[in-house]
Nanobody
């Protein structure tokens, strides 16, 4: 059974940095797109960053220039380096990936449980 587990969240002062990791476990044959979403209190979940299997990245305007998404294919892991954090970055950050696992002929969408990031002013 495939699982995604995030780590690296925490409390940081404005202007600081955090690096989130998300590892996919299970018998995985292939991973396509990997995403980081975030959901602030009282707001809808939003897409923060995306990385394709080929390494193409896209970012929300609100994080462009401050966040960097990357992935390690060998470790089935995606990262989110967050620099110059602002109080408005406070949210639960979720990892999302399109994964084909053993015994499956198609890709399936998976989500991690989320990790809290809190930025103090």
């Amino acid at each position: 059974q495939v699982q995604l587990v995030e780590s690296g969240g925490g409390l940081v002062q404005a202007g600081g940095s955090l690096r989130l990791s998300c590892a996919a476990s299970g018998i995985i044959l292939s991973i396509n797109v990997m995403n980081w979403y975030r959901q602030a209190p009282g707001k809808q979940r939003e897409l923060a960053a995306t990385i394709t299997r080929g390494g193409t990245t896209t970012y929300a305007d609100s994080v462009k220039g401050r966040f960097t998404i990357s992935r390690d294919h060998a470790k089935n892991t995606v990262y989110l380096q967050m620099n110059n954090l602002k109080p408005e970055d406070t949210a639960v950050y979720y990892c999302n990936a399109d994964i084909r696992s053993w015994g499956m002929t198609t890709f399936k969408d998976y989500w991690g449980p989320g990790t809290q990031v809190t930025v103090s002013s």
